[in-house]
C-alpha cells in the first residue's frame, strides 16, 4: 500500500509511520520539517504546510492517507482539493471532543450529537468531519479518541501518574475510586488505524479505551504495581478537589469531577463499534511501564505547546493537608 501520512513525527504520527513500515507499506510523510526531522531516514518526505503551500502533495498519488494533524475545515478542504480523486481511503484523526458534551453519568456512542459553530477544537474537528466526508464522499475512516497515552507524548496528562507514583510517598487520588476512567495507547491507535487504511473501512468510530471498564483506583494501583514502589493513596472528593481550586485536566490528569454537566460523562465512551472492527488493546502495565521508561529515559519536550503542568508536590501536598484537617461535618 502507497501510505501518506499527513505528520508522522510526532506522537501519534510516529507510531503510525512505525506500524506501516512494519507491515511493509511504502510511506510518503506530509509536514513541514520541524517537528524531529531525522526521524525515518529511508522514507520520503515532503514539506509543505496544510495552511500555506501544498504543492509538493500536486500530482501525487496514493493508496491511502492517515491524516494525524487536520483540525480546521478549511485544513480539510485544501487537502480533499488537491488530492482530489487520486487516492482510495481516507483516515481522520479526529476527537471525541467533536461531540456536543458529555452529560454527567450518561454514556455516549457514534450517533451522539456532534459540536456546533466554528470556534474551537471541539466544533473544528466536527467541521473538518464534515468537509473531509464532502471532500472524500464514502471513503473515510472518522476516528474519535479521546486521552491518547504512551511513549513520546508531549502533553503529560498521562505521563504525570506512572512518573508521581513511582516518587512514592502519599499520593493525591482524585475523586471517587471507583469513577471510570478511559485512555488508549497510541501504539494500538496506530496500528488500527493502519489497518483500516489496508481494509479500506469507513464510518465513525469512537477509539477509546481500554476493552472493559478501568476504575481510577484499578489504574492507580496497576501504576504501583508496575513501578513497584510504596506509594499511598489519599483519595479526595469531586467537591473538596473543586473547592480547593484544582484544574480539570491539567492540575490533576484524568480527573473531572463526575457531576460535571458539560463533562461528567467524558469517559464514559462507548467502544464497541471499534471494537467489532478490529480494534485491540495491549494490557495496560505494558503501557504504564514503557511510558514510564520513555519518560525516564528522554522524556517529552518541555517547551512542547500543548505539554500540561499537573499539580506540584508543595500544592498537593497542601491540598491533602486541608483534606485531613477538614471541619467536622
Known sequence: MRLLVLGGTVFLGRHVVESALARG?????????????????KVEKLRGDRDGDLSALSGRRFDAVIDTTTYTPRQARRI??????????YTFISSVSAYAGFPAGRSYDETAPLAEGNHGYGPLKA??????????PGRVTHVRPGLIAGPHDPTDRFTYWPRRIAEG???LAPGRPERPIQFIDARDLADWCVRLSEEQRTGYFNAVGPQSLLTMQQFLEAC??????????SWVPDEELTAAGAETWIDLPLWIPENDEDSGGLFLGDNQKAIAAGLTYRPILDTIKETLDWDVREGGPPDSPIRVTPISRKREASILAGWRHRPAA
Open 25 to 41: 507499506h511504502s510511506v510518503t510523510l506530509f509536514n513541514r520539517g520541524r517537528h524531529n526531522p531525522d526521524l525515518f531516514p
Open 80 to 89: 480533499a482539493e488537491i488530492l482530489d480523486g487520486r487516492i482510495e481511503h
Open 127 to 136: 467541521r473538518s468531519e464534515e468537509a473531509l466526508e464532502s471532500g472524500f
Open 169 to 171: 510517598g502519599e499520593v
Open 224 to 233: 504501583r504495581s508496575a513501578v513497584g514502589c510504596n506509594a499511598r493513596f
